[in-house]
């Protein structure tokens, strides 16, 4: 269940809150003022209750006209000065030297976080956003120039806005209480929108600077395991219109095993002019235009053939120190580029926990040292030697 308007974030949050409420009472106060006296009155002088002759022209009362045009006067500029004021609070941005400044991107239908440059050069991109307790947050939100307006909305702040193709709109809020807070967007968007969610996780000021100055994807520690590939699958928001993991429709086809029925040049070619080969049961001009950098459309389709863990893997482990999988060149062991070819899997596997059981001529034993992995590791390791 989301949250609503029973959580609170910040403080401007309250002032909303407190604006809605004082509005809300006077409202009813002066609707019950006026309307009960004239249902009464009604009541009272309706027409078979009062006789012709005892009905009199009053001219004017100066008490009750100067009564019903003052306290009218002085509750409403109540109501104008509470909604004036947190509308001010809400709208007047802090000073950006005093600010986190987060570009935010919604699209159909995702949202994604850029943070400013790290020390170490790191630039995080993100599917939800991470804030420090008590820090300005300033958010400079756009959308692609060919998707449509979004907005931004969370509850628990009271805040929300729209965002537009090819403008820059801007919300802040500063957070007091450490916690999770949810955000959907508010503006109907298409067959996704109803699952635009994202999520602001506000945190101590020490464990969120611990996250933004290493290159972690998320401080949370459960995703560790997610590959490089992955983190761009993601990032892009691909998984708001395919499903990977099983074979359910979402807006477009499910891309569970598509490195099977398709080579990397089509794959990359329907990234990049998604509307040439529209399968069967999907419409062309739905899925944007993905201009990745080159690094991130290999780690991409690395991830779609599933061997982008291996690799992290491989590469992790020192493999590449000692074996060439790109050629045939023997480093201190012999290479392993198309390894797939002449070695079964249980081979490898045993190759890498035993490796002097059985050294290849014109090597020696003794050299490689024994690789204990994970079960889960070595399986996408061989994963990725079988693939090369
Ligand atoms: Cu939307």
Request: glycine letters at 6%; proline letters at 5%.
């Amino acid at each position: 269940m989301l949250q609503g308007f029973n959580t609170s974030g910040t403080v401007i949050a309250e002032h909303i809150q407190q604006a809605l409420e004082i509005n809300l009472w006077i409202s009813l106060v002066l609707f019950a003022s006026v309307v009960l006296p004239m249902v009464y009155l009604a009541w009272k002088y309706r027409e078979s209750n009062v006789k012709n002759e005892d009905i009199k022209n009053v001219t004017h009362n100066t008490l009750l006209e100067i009564v019903w045009t003052v306290v009218p006067t002085i509750t409403l500029f109540v109501c104008f000065w509470y909604g004036y004021t947190s509308m001010v609070t809400a709208r007047t941005m802090p000073a950006i030297d005093e600010s986190l400044s987060i570009e935010l991107e919604g699209k159909k239908w995702s949202w994604s976080y850029t943070y400013p440059t790290n020390t170490d050069g790191y630039i995080h991109k993100t599917a939800e956003l991470y804030v420090p307790v008590n820090g300005n947050v300033i958010l400079n939100m756009t959308a692609p120039i060919n998707d449509v307006i979004h907005a931004y909305f969370v509850p628990a702040f009271r805040m929300k806005e729209d965002v537009v193709p090819g403008r820059i709109t801007k919300q802040w809020f500063n957070s007091s209480s450490v916690g999770t807070y949810d955000v959907e967007c508010a503006e109907y968007c298409g067959t996704r929108h109803s699952y635009m969610f994202s999520k602001i996780h506000v945190m101590p000021v020490g464990e969120y600077e611990a996250w933004y100055n290493s290159s972690k994807r998320t401080p949370g520690a459960e995703d560790k395991k997610i590959s490089k590939g992955q983190e761009v699958y993601e990032q892009n928001g691909c998984n708001g219109c395919h499903s990977i993991t099983d074979d359910s429709i979402l807006v477009g086809p499910s891309l569970m095993g598509i490195s099977d029925k398709y080579d990397a040049t089509y794959i990359k070619d329907a990234i990049v002019t998604p509307d040439k080969d529209v399968p069967a049961g999907f419409y062309p001009g739905i899925m944007p235009t993905f201009d990745l950098s080159d690094e991130d459309m290999s780690k991409l389709l690395k991830f779609f053939n599933n061997t982008d863990k291996g690799e992290e893997i491989y590469e992790a482990n020192g493999c590449n120190g000692c074996h060439s999988i790109t050629d045939d060149s023997i480093l201190v062991g012999p290479s392993l580029k198309g390894i797939s070819a002449t070695r079964s899997t249980e081979y490898l596997v045993d190759a890498i926990a035993n490796p002097n059981k059985d050294i290849p001529a014109g090597f020696t034993a003794g050299i490689m040292p024994v690789f204990v992995l994970e079960e889960v590791e070595m399986k996408e390791l061989v994963k990725y030697l079988k693939a090369k």
